[in-house]
């Protein structure tokens, strides 16, 4: 059951024709917010009440400051198109910070990836090595850049994403993956954020999570949004 927020918000999302995108507007308007998608291709989401469609660059500083004013947070899910060599995660972050300072708008969230964690044994160093190495470094790098902001952050960084429903049962632990499965639903990463937009409950928190019961047979693949 989904529970109207008693102090509405209009909040803004990039990325929102990706997967955990479109559950952030989804649910974000089934709370009673006020959702803007602002997107390079704006046919690809379906109008609906309660949501803003806006077309532009998300790698535009000018544009965002454009469409940015009157907004009280900003989900940051942007996902490279691939595995291979990216930089438009830490594009996208030096493109949103000075827009959101000269609009006033502090409160960010933003889809990180799990393998940005140290010390999570041999499946994640290997894939931080390998064949998630560009995804590693331009994911690291865009933290840096919302880190070294005065901007009030919450990175979530979720393992291997799934577009399984909302369970409401995920697990989350600050500065590392709790333990357990290495997988969680998009739907579940969106709960998450939602939650933290409303509550503040992780100021300048890093955020693991995963799903709350253990799946079989899933194998521990580390992606972003």
């Given at each position: ?57 998300p790698l535009s500083t000018k544009e965002l400051t454009r469409v940015l004013p009157g907004h009280d947070a900003v989900f940051f899910s942007l996902g490279p198109p691939g595995i291979g060599p990216t930089t438009v995660l830490r594009e996208g972050a030096r493109a949103l910070v000075p827009a959101m300072k000269a609009t006033g708008i502090r409160r960010l969230l933003v889809v990180s ?113």
């Amino acid at each position: 059951m989904v529970t109207t927020h008693p102090n509405p918000m209009r909040l803004f999302v990039l990325g929102a024709t990706g997967g955990t995108g479109r559950a952030l507007v989804e649910q974000g308007l089934g709370r009673g917010h006020s959702m803007t998608a602002f997107v390079r291709s704006p046919q690809k989401l379906a109008p609906r009440e309660g949501l803003t469609i806006l077309g532009g660059d998300p790698l535009s500083t000018k544009e965002l400051t454009r469409v940015l004013p009157g907004h009280d947070a900003v989900f940051f899910s942007l996902g490279p198109p691939g595995i291979g060599p990216t930089t438009v995660l830490r594009e996208g972050a030096r493109a949103l910070v000075p827009a959101m300072k000269a609009t006033g708008i502090r409160r960010l969230l933003v889809v990180s990836a799990a393998v940005l964690f140290e010390n999570e044994g041999f499946i994640v160093w290997l894939a931080r090595h390998t064949f998630l190495r560009n995804v590693y470094e331009d994911g690291t790098a865009m933290e840096r850049v919302f880190m070294e902001s005065d901007l009030d952050w919450t990175f979530s960084r979720p393992p291997r994403l799934t577009n399984g429903p909302l369970t409401r049962e995920y697990r989350i632990a600050d500065g590392r993956m709790p333990p357990g499965t290495r997988v969680v639903s998009r739907n579940d990463v969106a709960h998450f954020l939602l939650d933290e937009a409303e509550q503040d409950e992780h100021l300048h928190r890093i955020v693991g999570m995963a799903a709350g019961k253990p799946l079989p047979a899933e194998r521990p693949i580390l992606r972003t949004a």
